[in-house]
């Protein structure tokens, strides 16, 4: 290669300067020109016939410049956009480009559908155009324009089987890098138990590790907007029925649940703590005479637990209500939100459980309307008969829910029930005792699959019992002094419960892990992203 030698101006050489700046100039403009019409041809090239249809669009940067023109979504496209030339904006998912022809796949949330860019002089489509097209690195946003063809055969690697697009001109919007750590296609994967599939599968690390390209697939696209609609329906029930939606306090200044589980935060001079729960505030509404409320937010527990279930943030559904004569009132209420919730994902969403069910192993979710409900003695007779022993007293631990819910699931035909009546030594220190049973409480758990997603309760609603319960716990009043105040103005009977958002989304679908249902999850290992 000759490098020619470039005349360097001589100080005051006036007509050198003028003509190095118009150079300058020139250089600029070619360079500008080719960010939008992608490589400059080479002089001893064919012509392109297909120049100012393909390349790569300058930075949009909002600069005032705008282009009036109409997308259409991937999802909409159908009979009556056949023949149409339309314009689309979505992601390259693949391309396989060969001699005058390039198939690739455009990807939009979870609609695909087939791109075929093809040599065609009459059309302006050029082998430079197609060359370019197959080049673009996977997962680059592009916007296309092109016609909308029905095709001759279902296309059964699209979601879209019944048209494709023979695409006109085609612009990278942002490109992705060359080498991605993970690609979408392996991460949708189905699961399977196949040795040849294990060896392409993507391991959770790595998904959680690179969640933006993870999140990307579409069952991941289903889960979070069926997670989206639990939170909507929640909130649309439940203010159908009167209650108020209230926002409480994250910092606090006591540990909302008692014990060790909390994480410690510097506030200024002092310490707070991340709440445990909106517990003490739900109450402390009630006691203001809402009457019925509830909250959506961030819960936090420092449980050094690396288990399939639990988190250390979590998104907490809760509800507290008064009521005018026994607390079952409230737990009823509760149950049938459950219940219409889930008729509504049965109904709204359910093309988002079959996009996951292609993925996953999903099995369908059962429920009985009005919920079954069991008291806690039941549940320890049924684990008998089948050879566990549980003590009246004592909690029921992992493998026991688990049993527990195979054996209401063979008995009753549903995966959602209530367990009433809880031992009174395993619950907090706000729990009303059972008054007709000193070692029972007016306590309750529900579960989904044999696994616990609500914990809930009548709470103690006099100053004087509340405090002697609290000691009881080994709990320092003077940090609960404003919780026990409120309630010494008068306040009605009430109960409540507290709902962990992903957990209920997992086990609705019969996921295997809660980080499957938490789009950024948070657990003693992960902080990141």
Known sequence: MVVSEEKVPMEGDVSSKKAAKKAAKAAEKQLKKAEHKGPIQAPNDEPDISEGK??????????????????????????KFAGQNVWVRARLQTSRAKGKQCFAVLRQNSATIQLLISVNDEKRVSKQMVKFTGNISKESIVDVQATVVKTASPIESCTIKGYELFASEIWIVSAAKTQLPLQVEDAARPETDDPEALKIRVNQDTRLDNRILDLRTPANQAIFRLEAGVCRLFRDILTKKGFVEI????????????????????????????????????????AADFDKVFTIGAVFRAEDSNTHRHLTEFVGLDIEMSFKHHYHEVM??????????????????????????QQFKVEPFKFLDPPLRLEFPQAIQMLKEAGVTV?????????????????????????????????????????????????????????????????????IHDPEFLTKRALHHGIDITKIAAYIESFSFGCPPHAGGGIGLERVVMLYLGLDNIRKTSMFPRDPKRVTP
């Open 54 to 79: 393909y390349g790569t669009y300058k930075l949009i940067q909002s600069d005032g410049s705008y282009v009036e023109r109409e997308y259409v979504d991937v999802k909409d496209l159908c009979e």
């Open 247 to 286: 926002h409480t306090p994250k910092i606090i200044s006591a540990a909302s649940e008692g014990g060790a589980n909390v994480f410690t935060v510097s506030y200024f001079k002092s310490n707070a703590y991340l709440a445990q729960s909106p517990q003490l505030y739900k109450q402390m509404a009630i």
């Open 332 to 357: 009823e209420t509760i149950g049938q939100t459950f219940t219409d919730i889930f008729r509504g994902l049965q109904d709204e969403f359910s093309a988002e459980i079959l996009t996951v069910g």
């Open 391 to 459: 003590g009246e007293e004592d909690d029921l631990s992992t493998p026991d829910e688990k049993l527990l819910g195979r054996l209401v699931k063979a008995k009753y035909d549903t995966d959602f029930y209530i367990l009433d009546k809880y031992p009174l030594a395993v619950r907090p220190f706000y729990t009303m005792p059972d008054p007709n049973n000193e070692k029972a409480s007016n306590s309750y758990d529900m579960f989904m699959r044999g696994e616990e997603i609500l914990s809930g309760a009548q709470r």
